[in-house]
């Protein structure tokens, strides 16, 4: 476990969990968190036995979103606009993990907490959880992707709703609308989260690393550039140990065992 100020690491297996510890802030995304979230990233990066990474909130909150009271005292544009780079470049780092991530979020997660949630891969909600960008409230919008991962995610509509209106979602109508994978009881949140990634650690993981970065280029890119990228990929996959394996395994009708290579 590597305890910072904002933030906790932990390690156990093959998942790391990165923990939001700010509760006299109410987890708020500041810059102090920024930067040791991007350390977290690094050293997750740095170690090659990971297969899953969650990231959850301390307490009741995931997180309220970003700190206000440290944006409210920045003197000009030029600060906030290097605090929305910092912001935008730690989460889009968060999103192209070649790992796949999981969003444990036990309670609310508005602002910044929300489009922390929205940059990974999976989201399992607790029961009195929601997601929310309330930013029009008080004169600002989302910076650090929500508006742009909202309306890659949702109906037009309800984006619109949310960004324009600054209403939260509640947890039910996340997984109506397909924002949110799975909504469990609070109390058996991170449980599931990490029967999830256990499910992940299971799998062949080059395969894993490899689904991400299509699913992510199939979201992002033209049908013909991804069916390009998909022939490219999964032909590169059918010359691996892993692939083989499988495929002998399910032959033999026996659980297969894979290496990562």
């Known amino acids: 476990m590597v305890t910072g100020k904002h933030l906790e690491l932990g390690i156990d297996r093959s998942v790391a969990t990165i923990t939001l510890c700010r509760p006299e802030k109410r987890n708020a995304v500041g810059t102090g968190l920024l930067h040791e979230l991007g350390a977290a990233l690094d050293a997750i990066r740095s170690d090659g036995q990971l297969r ?103 109906p037009p509509a309800i984006a619109r709703q949310m960004i324009l209106l600054g209403d939260p979602l509640p947890a039910a109508d996340c997984l109506r609308f397909g924002l949110a994978n799975a909504v469990v009881p609070a109390d058996r949140l991170l449980d599931t989260t990490r029967a999830w990634a256990e499910r992940l650690c299971a799998l062949p993981p080059l395969a894993v690393q490899a689904g991400k970065t299509l699913a992510y280029l199939g979201h992002n890119t033209d049908l013909a550039s991804g069916m390009e990228a998909e022939r490219l990929t999964v032909t590169s996959l059918f010359e691996t140990a892993d692939r083989a394996e499988g495929m002998q395994a399910f032959l033999e009708k026996r659980p297969p065992t894979f290496t990562g290579h």
């Open 52 to 154: 899953a990474v969650i990231v959850t909130g301390s307490g009741p909150v995931f997180s309220a979103g970003a700190d206000i009271a440290e944006m409210s005292a920045m003197p000009g544009r030029d600060e906030f606009r290097r605090f929305l780079e910092l912001i935008q470049g730690t989460f889009t780092a968060l999103e192209r993990l070649a790992v796949p991530t999981i969003a444990a979020v036990n309670g609310p997660a508005y602002g910044g907490g929300c489009e922390l949630a929205l940059a990974c891969d999976f989201r399992l909600l607790a029961e009195g959880a929601s997601l929310g960008v309330p930013e029009v409230k008080i004169g600002a919008l989302p910076g650090a992707g929500g508006s742009q991962r909202l309306a890659h995610a949702l």
